[in-house]
């Protein structure tokens, strides 16, 4: 029997679908619905528009209705919104955007991909003609349109998620003025607080006007008002503060809802009807370190699921893993990603974990463009199994990342991480890669021969004066050090034991940390039963410190910041 598919959303997660769907059945009738006026477009890439990265905007658009059908055999009907579902009938309500047209589309199978709908917040002045949200093609189009017709120079951008320091990014790149505000203490949650800073430290080196902890309390015709009552001037605002997961025709239709608010589907994504999937922004995913249900707006995951879908239609075995969330943004000069687990989901699920932070090169130091990499790693205390990385550099913090991101979907530990063979060319990487190094530090820590601090607890150490021993050389010293820092070099330290108090914790930092554990791990040997390491070292802490340096106006706890 001719099986009819229906498919309500035409980008990432039903666009994909519906192709993944032909492919395994030829002689499926396939409509897609899509309520807007454009299908498979690089919803991802919409950004770039701003700064004229990607200069036409047609080109967002990666196949229009003519296309699926010439290809694919798919007919996609664009400017048309599913409003209802009669499940008893196996219909479909469908109305033209625009107009009073409506009609009914039975269907077979009926797949959603929804999608999400940004947090619009219900505050004075939110519906000003100056005043957008990124969600399409046409979004980005209005955006750029007024800008250019009204000669824009400082924009708002309201949130510090994704879409918010992307949108932020290339605002500043087409030349204008950009204030990004967030109201948590910093921007990107899925990278820790002390990762964070390396970004806030890149986005205020280019000048955009960073403001966290703060909300936005209302709009005017030229500019915004925040919770704190601070002004700023801005003749467009761009809300980028979160998305929802389109629920309504779901909920309308009596489908299951999930404690977190998105559709419920099993392992196969199929939802509380047996003949109804979901898949993308709209639905529930399963978080397989956490062990408990999440949202996940990802374009890979959703076109994953849609295949899945796709497979188990048509009787192909999937085995379902759930999700890690694995993402990664390119910011002005850095590059930054993140996969698994951060402290805070640890926390939240219960974890007991440790970390690692390094920052060694991400190639060999001789060559070119050679420069830290930022790397943390949290791992499961005690079994060292892996639970999440982010990194952020110059170099290709996102080839680390999915190296984490494979070892933890295999269940990975910091072993198998130590053990790991990869590739190594002097102008790519090092012999010992960021991510090897760190299950050495890794194990270290988990096998007790490692005493460390966090670099979030310098400023305390500084304050209450704790001995703290810088062991560079002098030259780097002098250039810059913690304010009570005493500087005992690596090539002296054995000659000046009797400056190291035993009856007294003492704190060791170098640069990145590998020298001070060398001087750590001879002090143990030698005696010294209260030295430990600070994780992340002189580099770690000046990128820690300076933006709240900034923002606090406090006095700073280094003579001289070092970032190289």
């Given at each position: ?6 498919v309500?959303?035409?980008v990432a997660?039903?666009a994909?679908?519906?192709a993944?769907?032909r492919r395994?059945n030829?002689?499926?009738e396939i409509?897609?619905f899509e309520k ?7 919803n991802?890439?919409?950004p ?17 209705p003519?296309?699926f059908?010439r290809?694919?055999?798919i007919?996609?009907r664009?400017?048309?919104e ?5 499940r008893?009938k196996k219909?479909?309500?469908?109305q ?7 009609y009914?589309?039975s269907y077979?199978q009926?797949v959603?991909s ?6 619009v917040?219900?505050?004075?002045g939110i519906d000003l003609?100056?005043?957008f949200?990124?969600r399409?093609?046409?979004?980005i189009g209005?955006i750029n349109?007024y800008i ?8 708002a951008v309201?949130g510090?998620?994704?879409i918010?320091?992307e949108v ?5 790149l087409?030349?204008l003025n ?5 109201f948590?203490?910093q ?6 607080y ?7 430290k890149?986005?205020?080196d280019h000048h ?5 902890g703060?909300g936005?309390k209302?709009?005017?015709?030229d ?6 009552g ?10 980028a503060?979160?998305?929802r997961?389109e629920t ?9 809802i999930g404690?977190t608010g998105g559709i419920k ?5 199929l939802?509380s009807d047996?003949?109804?999937y979901?898949?993308g922004d709209a639905i529930e995913?399963y978080h397989?370190?956490?062990?408990q249900p999440?949202r ?5 995951p959703?076109?994953r699921?849609?295949?899945a879908?796709?497979d ?6 999937h085995?379902?893993?759930?999700v ?6 390119h910011?002005?000069d850095l590059?930054?990603?993140?996969t698994?687990l951060?402290e805070?989901?640890a926390?939240?699920?219960g974890i ?6 390094i ?10 463009n050679?420069?830290p990499?930022h790397?943390k ?6 079994t060292?199994?892996i639970?999440?990385a ?6 290709n913090?996102?080839?680390?990342i999915d190296?984490?991101?494979t070892?933890?979907?295999m269940g990975g530990?910091l ?15 090092t012999?010992k890669d960021v991510v090897?190094m760190a299950?050495?530090?890794?194990l270290n820590l988990?096998h007790g ?6 670099v979030s607890e310098a400023?305390?150490?500084v304050?209450?004066?704790a001995?703290?021993?810088d062991?560079r050389?002098r030259?780097?010293?002098?250039a810059g ?7 005992i070099?690596m090539?002296e ?15 060791l930092?170098?640069?990145?940390g590998?020298r001070?554990?060398n001087v750590y791990a001879?002090?143990r040997?030698l005696?010294?039963?209260?030295v430990q390491?600070i994780s992340?070292s002189?580099?770690g802490?000046?990128?820690?410190e300076?933006?709240?340096d900034q ?5 700073p706890?280094?003579?001289e910041y070092?970032?190289?």
């Amino acid at each position: 029997m001719k099986t009819k598919v229906v498919v309500v959303g035409g980008v990432a997660g039903g666009a994909s679908f519906a192709a993944r769907w032909r492919r395994l059945n030829e002689e499926a009738e396939i409509i897609m619905f899509e309520k807007g006026p454009h299908v498979s477009f690089s919803n991802c890439s919409l950004p770039y528009h701003l700064s004229g990265i990607v200069g036409d905007r047609q080109k967002l658009v990666l196949m229009d209705p003519e296309q699926f059908d010439r290809k694919h055999n798919i007919e996609a009907r664009v400017n048309s919104e599913v409003i209802h579902i009669n499940r008893e009938k196996k219909t479909v309500t469908v109305q033209k955007v625009g107009t009073d047209e409506k009609y009914e589309e039975s269907y077979d199978q009926l797949v959603l991909s929804t999608g999400a709908n940004p947090v619009v917040p219900k505050l004075e002045g939110i519906d000003l003609p100056h005043v957008f949200t990124v969600r399409n093609v046409v979004d980005i189009g209005k955006i750029n349109e007024y800008i250019q017709q009204e000669e824009v120079q400082d924009v708002a951008v309201i949130g510090g998620g994704f879409i918010g320091v992307e949108v932020a990014e290339n605002v500043r790149l087409s030349g204008l003025n950009v204030s990004l505000v967030e109201f948590a203490n910093q921007i990107m949650t899925p990278f820790d607080y002390d990762m964070a800073q390396v970004l806030h430290k890149e986005m205020i080196d280019h000048h955009v006007n960073l403001i966290v902890g703060d909300g936005l309390k209302e709009v005017q015709a030229d500019g915004i008002t925040l919770q704190s009552g601070k002004q700023i001037h801005a003749q467009a605002v761009i809300l980028a503060i979160g998305v929802r997961p389109e629920t309504t025709l779901a909920e309308s239709a009596g489908l299951e809802i999930g404690e977190t608010g998105g559709i419920k589907v099993n392992q196969h994504y199929l939802t509380s009807d047996p003949t109804i999937y979901a898949v993308g922004d709209a639905i529930e995913v399963y978080h397989q370190l956490m062990h408990q249900p999440t949202r996940l707006a990802l374009a890979g995951p959703a076109q994953r699921q849609a295949r899945a879908a796709a497979d188990h239609l048509h009787g192909i075995p999937h085995r379902h893993t759930g999700v890690i969330g694995s993402s990664s943004i390119h910011l002005f000069d850095l590059n930054a990603a993140s996969t698994g687990l951060n402290e805070k989901t640890a926390k939240m699920a219960g974890i007991s974990y440790d970390t690692v932070y390094i920052m060694p090169n991400d190639k060999v130091g001789l060559m070119p463009n050679s420069h830290p990499l930022h790397f943390k790693l949290l791992f499961e205390y005690p079994t060292g199994k892996i639970l999440g990385a982010q990194a952020i550099g110059k170099g290709n913090a996102d080839k680390r990342i999915d190296v984490i991101a494979t070892m933890i979907t295999m269940g990975g530990t910091l072993d198998d991480l130590k053990e790991l063979e990869l590739t190594y060319s002097p102008m790519l990487g090092t012999a010992k890669d960021v991510v090897n190094m760190a299950a050495l530090v890794g194990l270290n820590l988990l096998h007790g021969n490692l005493n460390q601090v966090p670099v979030s607890e310098a400023r305390n150490l500084v304050e209450s004066g704790a001995f703290i021993i810088d062991v560079r050389e002098r030259k780097e010293y002098e250039a810059g050090h913690l304010r009570t820092s005493v500087n005992i070099p690596m090539s002296e330290f054995r000659d000046r034991l009797d400056e190291i108090p035993k009856d007294r914790p003492v704190y060791l930092h170098c640069r990145t940390g590998q020298r001070s554990y060398n001087v750590y791990a001879a002090l143990r040997q030698l005696g010294f039963e209260k030295v430990q390491n600070i994780s992340g070292s002189y580099l770690g802490i000046s990128h820690y410190e300076y933006y709240d340096d900034q923002r606090l106006q406090r006095d700073p706890i280094v003579t001289e910041y070092n970032f190289k």
